[in-house]
C-alpha cells in the first residue's frame, strides 16, 4: 500500500528503510523520499516506525 503519494513510497519499503536503521521520520525520508514533499504522510510513516520497532526483536 502506498504511504506516500508524493514520492510513491510503499509500507513495504518504509518498513525495510526502518530495518535497515531509519529509525525517524528524517531518516525514513532521506532512505525512501516519503514525507519529504508535502510532508502529509508523516502520521502513518511514524506509526509504520513505531509497528517495525515493537514487532521486530532485531531492532530493540
Known amino acids: ?4 503519494l508524493c514520492a510513491g513510497v510503499t509500507s513495504q519499503q518504509v518498513t525495510d ?4 536503521g531509519a529509525s525517524t521520520t ?4 532521506e532512505r525512501t523520499g516519503a514525507g519529504t514533499v508535502c510532508g502529509r504522510c508523516r502520521n502513518n510513516v511514524r506509526a509504520l516506525i ?4 515493537h514487532e521486530s526483536p532485531s531492532l530493540t
Do not use: I, N, R
Not at 500500500?1 to 506516500?4: A, D, Q
Not at 528524517?26 to 525520508?29: D, M, Q, R, T
Open 1 to 4: 500500500m502506498y504511504v506516500c
Open 17 to 20: 528503510a526502518v530495518e535497515a
Open 50 to 53: 513505531a509497528t517495525a520497532l
Open 26 to 29: 528524517k531518516k525514513v525520508g
